[in-house]
């Protein structure tokens, strides 16, 4: 899956060991802020039924990919799909075009591409224009097959995970490296999506919703809880894989060229006066038995508080866990000059899981 802040890869099989603690039995789960759907994923690869809701598109995408798309429906096709995109991608950048200027060149052909291209490739630099080239050759094929909305997730997701590993961040789209990553001269190649059978609890299915309607509207065995913990928008984090996802050649700004929807679309949990009435309201608004709340040491919420607000409402058990901070977190800030400016902090934080039981 692609590179993600907040990912939860290296704390699955503690969240999973306890979750199976929790829970007698795999029912419906519901993922209110399922981002890459990695926590999805794994429940439903242990016979979950999963219902995972995101706000921004490129994560409900990657939910219906991993969480509502089957293996046994779509897995033959989306191999064969997946292989005729790579000769797609291969015949965006002619032969004699890297030939005749070196197969390392940033940008054979200067004058080809469209918005793409242009924003993230050459006016900034998430990706070498080569590969700018190809990623819009394979995005206006699957815009051209008119597939079926599970069949087109599994695609895009496989082109997102194609573009992120030839990509030139530290993982976050808030900026690029100054100088290209090593794996930014690779040649973009899509690979199949790991899709899971249909899970024993039942079909999966993933919704574009704000958490507390989604909340609302849902009744379930458990839900799992992983809100954002700071003034970081993901939004902000990954636009360009909103972009790519709805294809909308947006209005940019700054040397980011964010797409300008990052500066209105906003959300009480990236506010630190809003969070804790926010999250309350969607607490209270979970029709479900149990909950996984998932929290960092760095939240706008220290743990005394989560615990005592949840407490409030059933019974808590606390675990915890050290985690290493993000990659950029850990490098630390740099200046435009690319010198470094400040000191790093701390490279670790701690997770905590709240496992609550409601009255």
Known sequence: MIKYLGSKRALLPWILHAIDEFVPRPGTALDLFSGTSRVGHALKKV???VLANDHNAYAATLARCYVQADAEIWGERVAELVLEA???ARAAVPESALTRTGAAADDPLPEAGGWFTEDYCR?????QPVNGLRIEAVRRWIAGLGAEPELEAVLLTALMEAADRVDSTTGVQMAYLKRWAARAHNTLQLRVPALLPRAAAGPGRAMQLEALEAAA???VDLAYLDPPYNQHKYLGNYH???SLVL???PEVYGVACKRVDCRTRRSDFNSKPRFRAAFEALVDAVRAPRLVVSFSDEGYLARDEMEALLGARGRVRVLQSGHDRY?????????PAGEKVGTVSHTRNREFLFLVQRD
């Open 217 to 219: 509207r849902e009744e």
């Open 86 to 88: 790579n000769t797609i």
């Open 327 to 335: 990659v950029g977190a850990r490098i630390g800030i740099h200046s």
């Open 240 to 242: 360009v894989w909103e």
């Open 247 to 249: 294809w909308d050649a």
């Open 47 to 49: 016979g979950w039924r």
């Open 123 to 127: 006016r900034s630099r998430y990706f």
